[in-house]
């Protein structure tokens, strides 16, 4: 994995390539109870109203990624991790800064997502980021058992 004292300017967020699939579900698998399959990555690669980047550190490994779709003027922030051991060095941040950017591109006026109750730490990124909690659905996660919240970001105040 990265260097924990390498610096985050030499962080690079791009599109998601399937050539980095092996690193995103590696990643996928060790932070999520239900993670997602390569095949649901390779899916939403097909899909033109999908947009999925990876984050790359200086020795262009993947060290975090975000998948987001778009519907009309909505978007739904589905899929964001950062590798354990590159934590706390402001990818999560890069990486949601680079979806709030998509969305405005694309003209979306609002981004949505779900998150576990316990997950402090996402909330709080999403939060620093204008984030609200606006609904929760109740048992939402399995294993162990949660509520999802839903946050809301708009776009157009």
């Not at 998601?16 to 999520?32: G, R, Y």
């Not at 006026?109 to 996402?122: F, K, M, P, T």
């Given at each position: 994995?990265?260097?924990p004292?390498?610096?985050?300017s030499?962080?690079?967020?791009?599109p998601?390539?399937k050539?980095?699939l092996?690193?995103?579900?590696?990643i996928?698998?060790?932070c999520?109870?239900?993670?997602?399959?390569?095949?649901t990555f390779r899916?939403l690669?097909r899909?033109?109203?999908a947009?999925?980047?990876s984050?790359?550190?200086?020795?262009?490994?993947v060290?975090?990624y975000?998948?987001?779709?778009?519907?009309?003027?909505?978007?739904e922030?589905?899929?964001?991790?950062?590798?354990s051991?590159?934590?706390?060095r402001?990818i999560g941040t890069?990486?949601?800064?680079?979806?709030?950017?998509?969305?405005r591109?694309?003209?979306?006026?609002?981004i949505?997502?779900?998150?576990r109750?316990g997950?402090?730490?996402?909330?709080s990124l999403?939060?620093?980021?204008?984030?609200?909690?606006?609904?929760?659905r109740?048992?939402y996660?399995?294993?162990?058992?949660e509520?999802?919240?839903?946050?809301?970001?708009l776009?157009?105040?």
């Amino acid at each position: 994995m990265a260097d924990p004292g390498s610096s985050p300017s030499a962080l690079r967020i791009r599109p998601l390539v399937k050539a980095d699939l092996p690193e995103v579900t590696t990643i996928e698998e060790a932070c999520f109870a239900a993670p997602w399959s390569e095949q649901t990555f390779r899916n939403l690669l097909r899909r033109p109203n999908a947009c999925l980047l990876s984050a790359l550190d200086e020795n262009e490994r993947v060290v975090g990624y975000a998948a987001v779709w778009f519907a009309g003027r909505a978007g739904e922030l589905g899929d964001l991790a950062v590798a354990s051991a590159a934590r706390r060095r402001g990818i999560g941040t890069r990486l949601v800064e680079a979806v709030l950017s998509e969305a405005r591109l694309r003209g979306a006026r609002q981004i949505i997502l779900d998150v576990r109750e316990g997950n402090r730490s996402a909330q709080s990124l999403y939060r620093g980021h204008g984030f609200d909690v606006v609904g929760r659905r109740p048992r939402y996660y399995a294993g162990p058992t949660e509520d999802a919240l839903i946050m809301r970001r708009l776009l157009i105040r």
